[in-house]
């Protein structure tokens, strides 16, 4: 079945750099991957998510990238803000729709 | 918009006791449900998906006669945790699909429900 492995578990980043988190997965018939975002006791929130038809994708400050060859996508958030520390999760839908998930970074901005 | 309601947030219980937790569907129908078990610090990890009308389908290694999970109609499905133990301490959450949206690609997540037992 499909793995994911999401890297690193902690980011500490200068507000205003910028911040890539990293995962890879093994089911090569694996097609779409959301990045969740979650605070403290709440819900994750999708804030983006790709397909594998399409090598990237932007919204404002964040994208993500998906290299189907190497099986791995990554999220790159520019000019960090206090507001985007949280833990951050990747997942992957494997060919049942099921998503599997990511075991999640801790994304501390430090003002 | 779409909207999962969980209840309770906040439950702390004595050890022996059962917990209901309900995740309702709000301005949708959800033929499915995902609850999900996180730990401290740790990723969410799917106990069990449950069917409108037909019995959940747990994952391996989560006992399901101590996890009862009822789909009774397309608004709410619930999750009791019963016989508690303090090792049944961590938060849980749902999340659901709208009816019909097989691809999984918009899920609609509860509040989650941190439960501690003493």
């Known amino acids: 079945g499909e793995n994911v492995e999401q890297h690193p578990s902690t980011l500490s980043v200068q507000e205003g750099d910028s911040a890539v988190i990293k995962c890879t997965y093994s089911?090569?018939?694996?097609?779409?991957f959301p990045w969740y975002k979650q605070e403290l006791g709440k819900r994750p929130q999708l804030i983006i998510d790709?397909?594998?038809n399409v090598g990237e994708k932007k919204d404002q400050r964040i994208a993500v990238t998906l290299n189907k060859t190497a099986k791995h996508f990554s999220l790159h958030i520019t000019e960090t803000q206090p507001e985007d520390s949280a833990v951050y999760f990747c997942?992957?839908?494997?060919?049942?729709?099921?998503?599997?998930w990511g075991a999640g970074t801790k994304l501390i901005i430090k003002p | 918009g779409a909207v999962v309601s969980q209840h309770p947030s906040w439950v702390i219980c004595k050890s022996g006791t059962s917990v209901k937790i309900e995740c309702r569907s709000l301005?949708?129908?959800?033929?499915?449900m995902f609850w999900y078990r996180q730990f401290p610090k740790q990723s969410l990890m799917l106990m069990a998906t449950?069917?409108?009308?037909?019995?959940?389908?747990?994952e391996q290694g989560v006992e399901k006669d101590k996890f009862l999970i009822n789909h009774a109609s397309l608004t709410l499905s619930t999750l009791t945790v019963t016989s508690a133990h303090p090792e049944d301490s961590s938060f849980y959450i749902c999340?659901?699909?709208?009816?019909?949206?097989?691809?999984?690609?918009?899920?609609?997540f509860g509040s989650g429900t941190q439960l501690s037992v003493l």
């Open positions: 999340s659901a699909p709208r009816k019909g949206d097989i691809t999984n690609e918009k899920l609609f």
């Open positions: 301005d949708f129908q959800a033929t499915t």
């Open positions: 449950s069917n409108e009308g037909s019995k959940a389908t747990y």
């Open positions: 089911d090569s018939a694996s097609n779409y």
């Open positions: 790709i397909r594998s």
């Open positions: 997942a992957a839908r494997d060919s049942n729709y099921q998503l599997i």
